[in-house]
């Protein structure tokens, strides 16, 4: 079984876990509530599936992260025995909504929905969506390849800020946005290029830049 495989297997057992205890819950926390403390979740999900507790919170994290879970934090605040107010914190995990809907409709795919899932794209012309889940013009496929190779060169350069490779990364995957489009708007294009371009130049990835603008210069017309 391979390492994706098995996280997959585990992130199912952890969302099933949550899943029942929402629906059987009759509280919004606590012993029987929909949401539980860490502790127990790693004790329970430890007795139903001998999960590790390592391998309990790597998944639970990833879950958190995509929004199929739900952390809450409940701040308290109470009196020490020598009069001192002191704060505490108890977090609490449980399904969210998104999780409920992939259990009960999207539950082989860990992944968010895409844009394009209530659109048949099989009847646009030439528009053919991706195994990523992506959509391209068939034209453009090339062009998109090129994009996103430089997405990937620009995300681990070494010389640029974070907030910069933030900024390019997300005005590349705009640009591709727009490949989608039987018409991509030249104005558009033409400024998001722009902005890749001059990221790309202080990054030192002039052959992809004379690549791209190559296949990209037509489209700007």
Request: charged share 25%; hydrophobic share 35%.
């Amino acid at each position: 079984m391979s390492e994706t495989v098995a996280h997959d297997e585990i992130r199912r057992q952890i969302l099933r876990y949550f899943y029942d205890r929402n629906a059987n819950a009759t509280s919004r926390r606590g012993a029987k509530g929909s949401a539980a403390k860490i502790s127990d979740v790693k004790r329970e999900l430890k007795d139903l599936h001998g999960l590790r507790q390592q391998e309990v919170m790597s998944n639970l994290n990833y879950l958190i992260d995509h929004g199929w879970i739900n952390e809450e934090v409940e701040s308290r605040t109470f009196r020490t025995p020598r009069g001192t107010q002191q704060n505490s914190e108890a977090r609490y995990y449980g399904i969210s909504a998104d999780g409920i809907d992939l259990m009960e409709e999207r539950s082989s795919a860990f992944r968010p929905t895409t844009a394009y899932d209530r659109i048949n794209i099989t009847a646009v012309g030439s528009t053919v969506q991706l195994g990523d889940g992506n959509v391209v013009n068939t034209n453009h496929q090339d062009l998109r390849g090129e994009l996103e190779s430089l997405r990937q060169q620009i995300a681990a350069a070494d010389g640029l800020d974070d907030a910069v490779k933030l900024d390019a990364v997300a005005d590349i995957e705009s640009l591709k946005s727009q490949l989608a489009k039987a018409e991509p708007d030249p104005s558009v294009a033409g400024r998001l290029w722009s902005a890749i371009e001059r990221v790309a130049t202080v990054a030192g990835l002039g052959s992809s830049i004379t690549r791209i603008a190559g296949q990209l210069g037509p489209l700007l017309v």
